[in-house]
């Protein structure tokens, strides 16, 4: 009988795959000091190469003083060996049951801990089962560890206990499965195949189910990545909420990843990014510059207010004088210690009654998260069809735009392109709560100075319509480092003076890209932090991409998908982000499936 335990098991040393790491730390208590620490550290090693429990039975084999485990025939092992302790064999409570896949729940007050129909006080080490109390030296606790005696354990667990060879000191444990909470929901997941090479994509799908037809909630997944790059065995598990808040025990499965390399990880993005996910590229940098051939086009000009950009009393931030077409551009924070709200006001300046159409129009507000700022205001923006037309008598003043109210410390940002038939006064002003948005109030107030670092003007030609033929890929386009892309210059009418603006803010940038089917665009960050948006079109798609789609840009070797292009011809509108650094490349990758790169693409996306 031993030798074929042995044999069974030297089976098992080959056949290993980790499985339960995630019910033994479930099963660990709240860690104090470095006992347990170091306890759940051993349990992860004893255990991560354990099978997952499926089968009606769970079958536990183990010897005396031997560290080796095997359940339902693969490799398992102890941190801390059974033993005989008082004549008896005895088994680690918590290991043992995270083998056996059965929970231990508080059992009432103290120390007290519930295994199946066993209860055991760990202050007193006593146990009582089904309610009847158990013989002196049932319940051991030995270097901290706690331990139970194997035949109460598999009365416990309505379990059979047989030797497993001659000795006696080799036993078999053969318990049901745990049959669970019958109202807790059920993970469940599947992968396309159980072994992969390295950068392979794994599709995963999920089929987790609740047993009365509760809403799945939540997934908490652990070890999940899309393709895996190293060789090795990776275990991946689900856990599952339903909306009555119960929780699924871990479903585990195991991935081996071996053989010659499909993908890199810079040509698996390539591939399956998605627009607004980052990838790694480092060599970002060392790419060539392309260089776009400006053209002639539709322009206008750009009133930029941001300065001051924190205003501490009510007054006006900037004013000037437009006729037809024209951007405005605010940003702003509360300063004033109490509510205030930001205002465009348009004052008919002529003779005859003027109208005044809001083209588009992005806004942020109130927020005090500056990055937030600049990306919601250009998906806005690119998001606007269109607005209202105020018509002004001569002389008339209203407000074509009003800023949600602004406690202290919170910013607005807003973007808006004008068109009036006629010369038409803009005033952008900070006003506390209490005060009306009148012409003589406006009249009032005084022209707050600039801050001295930061910009306002006016900036004539602020659309920029580029031209770019695509030749040898990868390549790279630079935007906002005053270079290659020089910034606009203008006036600040409110004091005569000649103004630069710094990283192009509030520019739009017509880029036409011909050469361009089966590429790939991918923004950079260059300067640090960046958050904003861009709009494409794509022969019939047009779409706004936000970028990234969670979090910050930062890092240049970590560049973020804006697009596959499908037409020859790819049209990208960007507006540099308020509240984000310059420059900012955006480069282009062939996307195309190439020769080395293992010739397959899948498709399958549940």
């Known amino acids: ?67 080796a485990a095997y359940v339902n025939g693969e490799t398992g092992g102890w941190t801390n060996p059974p033993r005989v302790i008082g004549g008896r064999t005895m088994l680690p409570l918590r290991e043992a049951a ?42 051991a606790t030995v270097g901290g560890v706690l331990y139970i005696s194997v035949r109460t354990l598999a009365d416990a667990l309505n379990a059979n206990l047989v030797a497993a060879d001659d000795s006696g000191r080799t036993l078999t444990l053969t318990a049901l499965r745990d049959g669970g909470n019958p109202l807790s929901p059920q993970a469940r997941f599947s ?66 990843v071996e053989g010659n390399p499909i993908d890199t990880p810079l040509t698996y993005a390539l591939k399956y990014a998605l627009p607004g996910d980052a ?20 322009t206008a000009p750009l009133i930029f207010s941001d300065s001051p950009e924190v205003p501490t009393t009510s007054g006006v931030l900037y004013q000037d004088t437009v006729t037809g077409r024209a951007r405005m551009l605010a940003y702003h924070l509360n300063g004033l210690g109490r509510p205030a709200r930001l205002y465009v006001l348009a004052r008919n300046l002529g003779a005859r009654p003027v109208d005044v159409h809001t083209r588009r129009l992005g806004e942020t507000a109130p927020t005090r998260i500056e990055g937030t700022l600049g990306q919601v205001t250009l998906m806005e923006y690119f998001a606007s069809q269109g607005g209202p ?44 709560d209490t005060l009306p948005p009148t012409a003589q109030v406006a ?36 935007i906002g480092d005053g270079q290659l892309d020089p910034a606009l210059t203008g006036t600040d009418v409110l004091t005569g003076q000649s103004v630069t603006l710094a990283g192009n803010y509030g520019v739009l940038y017509d880029l036409e890209v011909t050469g361009a089917a089966g590429s790939a665009v991918a923004l950079s ?13 794509d022969g019939p798609i047009v779409q706004a991409i936000k970028l990234p789609r969670t979090g910050t840009a930062l890092n240049p070797g970590a560049p973020t998908l804006m697009w596959r292009a499908a037409s020859d011809t790819l049209n990208i509108d960007f507006v540099p982000a308020s509240g984000s650094n310059l420059p900012i490349s955006l480069v282009f990758y062939r996307a195309q499936t190439l020769p080395g790169w293992g010739g397959v693409t899948k498709t399958y996306q549940p």
């Not at 640090?528 to 709009?535: E, I, K, P, V």
Request: proline share 8%.
């Open 1 to 67: 009988m031993l030798s074929e335990v042995r044999r069974r098991q030297n089976h098992a040393h080959r056949h290993r795959s980790p499985a339960l790491l995630t019910a033994l730390c479930l099963l660990l208590p709240p860690a104090q000091g470095g006992t347990l620490l170091g306890l759940a550290a051993g349990l992860v090693a004893a255990v991560a190469s354990a099978a997952p429990i499926s089968a009606g039975s769970v079958q536990l084999t183990f010897s005396v003083d031997q560290p």
């Open 98 to 139: 995270a083998l056996l896949g059965r929970p231990i729940s508080p059992g009432g007050q103290g120390g007290a801990v519930q295994l199946g129909r066993l209860s055991v006080d760990t202050r007193t080490s006593s146990a009582a089962l089904g309610g009847a109390a158990q013989p002196a030296g049932t319940v």
């Open 191 to 256: 992968t396309d195949k159980a072994v992969y090479a390295p950068g392979e994509r794994v599709v995963y799908t999920e089929y987790a189910f609740d047993p009365d037809g509760a809403d799945i909630t939540a997934r908490r997944w652990a070890g999940r990545q899309e393709a895996y790059f190293q060789p090795g065995t990776y275990t991946v598990s689900l856990s599952v909420t339903n909306s009555r808040g119960l929780q699924s025990p871990p479903y585990t499965r195991t991935i081996r």
């Open 279 to 298: 990838f790694p590229d480092a060599q970002v940098l060392s790419y060539p510059a392309a260089r776009p051939t400006p053209v002639g086009g539709d």
């Open 389 to 432: 037309t105020l018509s002004l008598a001569p002389g008339q003043t209203a407000a074509v735009y009003a800023s949600p109210t602004l406690n202290t410390g919170s910013g607005v940002n807003v973007m808006q392109d004008l068109e009036t038939t006629g010369s038409v006064e803009l005033t952008i002003l900070m006003l506390e």
């Open 443 to 478: 009249q009032q107030l005084p022209y707050l100075k600039p801050d001295g670092r930061h910009v306002r003007g006016t900036f004539p030609d602020a659309v920029r319509h580029l031209r770019v033929s695509l030749g040898a890929l990868p390549t790279r386009i630079t």
């Open 525 to 537: 960050p260059r300067g640090g932090l960046y958050r904003g948006a861009m709009h494409i079109t």
